[in-house]
C-alpha cells in the first residue's frame, strides 16, 4: 500500500507538475491564461493514439511526431488567436477556452466519446517490496523527473533561460537589454505547449484517453499555480506534487475516495490560500511606485 | 556617435508630452536635460531608445496605447526611429532607467548577464563584468544577493553597468540622483564621470539642477513639452527669464 501510494503519487503529481510548469511559463512570461494548456494534451493523446492504432506507427515514432505536431498546432494557436489580442488579458483566457471547447468538440465527432488506451511504452513489472509496479510508471516518473531537471537547467544556467526570466520579470527592460520580447513569448510558448505535449505522451499509456480528459487536470494545474504561489515555476511543481500525492492518498484511504479526490485537492488548496494568500511561494516583492 | 532628435512629437491620447522638440548630443559629450516634474524628460529619453514606439504596439487597442509618434532621431547619421528598442541597443544606445529597475528576484551577477544578452562570446562578458566590478566594488561584494533587496544608490550603479555589459556606446541615463542620500549622490556622481571618461557619451536628466550643471558641460531645458533654452551652465543662469521660470533659481 505505501509503494503504491508513493508510485501512484508520483505519477500523478510529476504529471501534473509538468503542466502545471507549463501553465505556468506562458503565464509568467507573457501573462496569458492559457486554459486550453490541458487540451493540448489531450491532443496529443490523441495523436498518439491515432499513430499507434490508426496509421500503425511505431509507437517511439509516434510519441515523438505528436510532440512535434502539437508544438506547431500551438504557435499557430499563439499566432492566430493569442498574439493579436495579448494585452487584454481576460480576452485571452476566454479565447483559450473557446479553443479547449473546439478541440474537445472535433474529438467527440471524429472519435465519439468513448475512452480508448494507448498501449504502454514499457511492458511488464518489477516487483519492489513484493509490490508490482510497471515499467510505465517507472517510465513516467522517470520522464517527468528529466523534464523537469532540463526545465530548471535551461531557466537557471543558459542565456536563453535568463532572458526568459528577464521577460517574465520587467518585459520593458529586457527589450531595453536587446532582447526581443516578441521572440521569447513565441519561444515559451513552444516549450510551454511541447512540455503539455510530453505530458500527454507520458500518460496516454497509463490513463484513459478520452475528449473529457483535459477537465480535470485543468483544474489541478490551476489549483497547483495558486497553491505554488503564481509565477513561481519551482512552487507549482511542489503544488503539483501536494494535489498528486493528495489524490491517491485519498484514492487508497477512504472509501469511495475515486469520487472524492477532487473535492479534498481543491479544500487543500482553499485552506492554503486563507493562511497564505500569496501561495507557498509566491514572492510578494513590494511594487515600488515610479 | 552623434545622436540627432529632429521635431520629435509625443502625444498620449490627446495630451501633448512632446511638442517639435529637437536636440543634438555630439560624440564624447556629457549633456544634460533639465526641467521640471512632468516636462517630458523621461519620455524624450523613451522615445529615443524605442521604447514608446514598443508601448504603443504592445498596448494597442487599449487607452495605453493611444500614441501619437512623430519625429526622426539619427543615431550615427543613421536613422533609428523606426527601429525597434532592442534593435536599438545592438548599436550601443542603451537607456538607464529611472531608479534602476533590476530583475528583483535575479541575483545582481545575472541581472548584469541578461545585460551582455546580445553578447555572446563568453571572454568577452567575463572581461566587462570585471571592469563593471571595478567601477562598482560594491556590486562585487553584493553579486550573489537578490537585486530586490539591494539599496537605492545600488540599484542605480547596477542599472548603469547592466548597460556598460550591453556594449554601451551612448549612454541615456534617466534621472540618475533620485531620491539618493547626499553621500551616495557624490559617490554616483563621480562614477558617472568615470564611465564618460570611458569613452561613453552620455545624454542624461535631472531634476536636480545643480548635480545636472557640476556634471554635463551642455544643458537643455525643457518645460511642458518644449524645448526652451539650451547652453552652457553660465549661459543659462545668465538669461534672467531662464533662470527664474525654468530653473527656479
Known amino acids: 500500500m505505501v509503494i503504491d501510494i508513493l508510485v501512484n503519487g508520483l505519477v500523478a503529481g510529476g504529471i501534473y507538475a509538468v503542466l502545471a510548469v507549463g501553465f505556468s511559463l506562458i503565464f509568467g512570461v507573457a501573462r496569458i491564461v492559457n486554459m486550453a494548456h490541458t487540451a493540448f494534451y489531450m491532443l496529443t493523446a490523441y495523436f498518439i493514439f491515432v499513430g499507434t492504432t490508426m496509421l500503425n506507427i511505431p509507437l517511439v515514432a509516434s510519441l515523438i511526431l505528436a510532440i512535434i505536431l502539437i508544438t506547431i498546432i500551438g504557435l499557430i494557436c499563439f ?25 474537445q468538440e472535433i474529438l467527440f465527432l471524429v472519435f465519439g466519446g468513448h475512452y480508448t488506451g494507448i498501449p504502454p511504452l514499457a511492458k511488464g513489472f518489477v516487483d519492489i517490496a513484493s509490490i508490482r509496479v510497471s515499467y510505465q510508471h517507472i517510465f513516467a516518473i522517470v520522464t517527468t523527473g528529466l523534464i523537469l531537471l532540463g ?29 526581443n520580447v516578441n521572440q521569447i513569448f513565441l519561444i515559451v510558448m513552444g516549450i510551454s505547449v511541447a512540455l503539455a505535449g510530453l505530458a ?10 478520452s475528449p473529457l480528459m483535459w477537465i480535470q487536470p485543468l483544474t489541478i494545474v490551476l489549483a497547483s499555480v495558486v497553491l505554488g504561489g503564481l509565477g513561481s515555476v519551482g512552487g507549482c511543481v511542489v503544488g503539483a506534487l501536494i494535489l498528486g500525492y493528495t489524490e491517491i492518498i485519498v ?6 475516495g ?4 477532487g473535492a479534498v485537492s481543491m479544500s487543500i488548496m482553499v485552506v492554503v490560500l486563507l493562511v497564505r494568500p500569496e501561495g507557498l511561494f509566491g514572492v510578494a516583492f513590494e511594487e515600488e511606485r515610479l | 556617435m552623434q545622436l540627432k532628435v529632429d521635431n520629435l512629437t509625443v502625444l498620449y491620447d490627446r495630451a501633448m508630452v512632446l511638442n517639435k522638440v529637437g536636440l543634438v548630443v555630439e560624440e564624447g559629450e556629457m549633456v544634460s536635460l533639465v526641467g521640471p516634474n512632468g516636462a517630458g524628460k523621461t519620455t524624450l529619453l523613451r522615445a529615443v531608445a524605442g521604447l514608446v514606439k514598443w508601448e504603443k504596439e ?14 526622426e532621431v539619427e543615431f550615427g547619421r543613421e536613422n533609428i526611429s523606426r527601429l525597434r528598442a532592442h534593435e536599438i541597443v545592438r548599436r550601443g544606445l542603451v537607456l538607464c532607467p529611472e531608479r534602476g529597475r533590476p530583475f528583483r528576484e535575479m541575483n545582481v551577477r545575472e541581472n ?20 563593471v566590478f571595478q567601477l562598482f566594488p560594491v556590486l562585487e561584494k553584493r553579486q550573489n544577493q537578490i537585486s530586490g533587496t539591494i539599496s537605492g544608490g545600488e540599484r542605480t550603479m547596477l542599472a548603469i553597468g547592466r ?5 554601451a556606446k551612448f549612454l541615456l541615463i534617466d534621472e540618475p540622483s533620485v531620491g539618493l542620500a547626499p553621500l551616495v549622490k557624490e559617490h554616483l556622481f563621480d562614477r558617472i564621470k568615470d564611465v564618460h571618461g570611458m569613452g561613453i557619451t552620455i545624454l542624461l536628466t535631472e531634476q536636480d539642477i545643480s548635480f545636472a550643471f557640476d556634471l554635463a558641460t551642455r544643458h537643455y531645458v525643457l518645460s511642458q513639452g518644449q524645448m526652451m533654452a539650451q547652453g552652457s551652465a553660465e549661459e543659462l543662469l545668465a538669461d534672467e527669464v531662464v533662470r527664474q521660470s525654468y530653473l527656479g533659481l
Request: proline share 2%.
Open chain 1, 79 to 103: 499566432k492566430l488567436f493569442f498574439d493579436r489580442v495579448k494585452q487584454h488579458e481576460t480576452t485571452v483566457m476566454i479565447i483559450s477556452v473557446a479553443l479547449a471547447m473546439l478541440f
Open chain 1, 151 to 179: 526545465l530548471w537547467l535551461l531557466l537557471s544556467k543558459t542565456g536563453l533561460g535568463k532572458a526568459i526570466r528577464a521577460v517574465s520579470q520587467d518585459r520593458e527592460i529586457a527589450n531595453l537589454m536587446g532582447i
Open chain 1, 200 to 209: 500527454g505522451a507520458v500518460i496516454a499509456p497509463i490513463y484513459m484517453v
Open chain 1, 251 to 256: 484514492t487508497f484511504l477512504v472509501p469511495g
Open chain 1, 258 to 261: 475515486a469520487s472524492l479526490r
Open chain 2, 58 to 71: 504592445s498596448l494597442k487597442g487599449t487607452v495605453g496605447g493611444k500614441i501619437t509618434l512623430k519625429g
Open chain 2, 112 to 131: 548584469l548577464e541578461v545585460g551582455a544578452h546580445l553578447c555572446t562570446d563568453k571572454g568577452a562578458i567575463e572581461e566587462s563584468l570585471q571592469k
Open chain 2, 163 to 167: 548597460c556598460l555589459m550591453a556594449q
